[in-house]
């Protein structure tokens, strides 16, 4: 059972930065998965890390601005967010999925059986 908690969010202005962070204990043997869910929208995948740290995808919404990383010795997956834009805001979410080597963007793949309780970011002046 793994039991992820997610960190970092808050109030930023356009343009500012975040660091969200995704801990859990094995964490280590998942691909996670960060992915936001705006009031009124469907859930987007926006980043995600493979088991390894090797693979690494962001969506086009995000690329450029956000990096994805892990460290294994800590258990944690973060996400650096840079350039924060108003359409950033949203409650933030990490997904788990145990030992699949390849990350997706889908947060509706059955294999992320294991999320958080999500961060709120919201990016306002």
């Known amino acids: 059972q793994l039991e992820i908690v997610e960190s970092g969010g808050g109030l930023v202005q356009p343009g500012g930065s975040l660091r969200l962070s995704c801990a859990a204990s094995?964490?280590?043997?998942?691909?996670v998965l960060w992915f936001r869910q705006a009031p009124g929208k469907e859930r987007e995948g926006i980043s995600c890390?493979?088991?390894?740290?090797?693979?690494?995808t962001y969506a086009d919404s995000v690329k450029g601005r956000f990096t994805i990383s892990r460290d294994g010795a800590k258990n944690t997956v973060y996400l650096q967010m840079n350039s924060l834009k108003p359409e950033d805001s949203a409650v933030y979410y990490c997904?788990?999925?145990?030992?699949?080597?390849?990350?997706?963007?889908?947060?509706?793949?059955?294999?992320?059986?294991?999320w958080g309780q999500g961060t709120q970011v919201t990016v306002s002046s």
């Open positions: 094995g964490l280590d043997y998942h691909s």
């Open positions: 890390i493979s088991t390894k740290g090797v693979g690494r």
């Open positions: 997904a788990g999925a145990p030992y699949l080597p390849n990350c997706n963007l889908e947060p509706d793949d059955p294999r992320y059986n294991y």
